[in-house]
């Protein structure tokens, strides 16, 4: 875990003097633009990267299961991630105002995608969701401007996962 415990001050901030996730700005260097997570990292808490927007690409190591709240709200520089297929859930506003977030690979495992998780992504062209898909929450695409005609396939998608719930009632 980053910070205090591991429950508290987890984001990447703390480390560098901030003393709220919200104020990370003025702490993360403006030259990290690369992060990865080695093998063994199995949770990303809420906030952990909370507003570093220099940050251009993440690799997540297989073997991450949960990933926070907020995780990577704000990287302003990011286009593209990768889920593994071990990531269950797509947590509420995960990945908000990722604005150059083009396109994300759903691992085949995640059956929820929380609200807010892709709001104001407005570059988000593509995202690829697995069979395993259960639930997608409110508002989860708003603010997102380009998906260039595969709205349909999204609303496809979402009915096709409600009636199935329905159904299954």
């Known amino acids: 875990f980053?910070?205090?415990?591991a429950t508290e001050n987890t984001y990447l901030g703390y480390l560098?003097?901030?003393?709220?996730?919200?104020?990370?700005?003025?702490?993360?260097?403006?030259?990290?633009?690369?992060i990865v997570l080695t093998d063994g990292c199995t949770a990303i808490p809420d906030n952990?990267?909370?507003?570093c927007s220099s940050v251009r690409e993440i690799v997540l190591p297989e073997g991450v299961s949960v990933i926070g709240r907020r995780a990577f709200y704000g990287c302003e520089r990011l286009a593209e991630i990768t889920l593994p297929?071990?990531?269950?859930?797509?947590?509420?506003?995960?990945f908000s105002w990722c604005s150059p977030l083009k396109s994300i690979t759903v691992g085949n495992k995640v059956t929820d995608i929380g609200m807010y998780a892709f709001s104001n992504c407005e570059m988000?062209?593509?995202?690829?969701?697995?069979?395993?898909?259960?639930?997608?929450?409110?508002?989860?695409?708003?603010g997102c401007f380009c998906f260039k005609g595969k709205w349909s396939d999204i609303l496809i998608t979402f009915l096709y996962?409600?009636?199935?719930k329905v159904n299954t009632v």
Do not use: C
Request: proline share 5%; net charge negative.
């Open 2 to 5: 980053v910070g205090g415990s």
């Open 161 to 164: 996962l409600h009636f199935r």
């Open 124 to 142: 988000l062209e593509k995202i690829e969701l697995p069979d395993s898909m259960m639930k997608i929450d409110d508002l989860v695409f708003s």
């Open 48 to 51: 952990a990267f909370f507003a």
């Open 16 to 34: 560098l003097g901030a003393k709220t996730y919200t104020l990370t700005g003025g702490y993360v260097p403006a030259s990290l633009a690369e």
């Open 85 to 94: 297929d071990s990531v269950t859930e797509i947590t509420p506003y995960m």
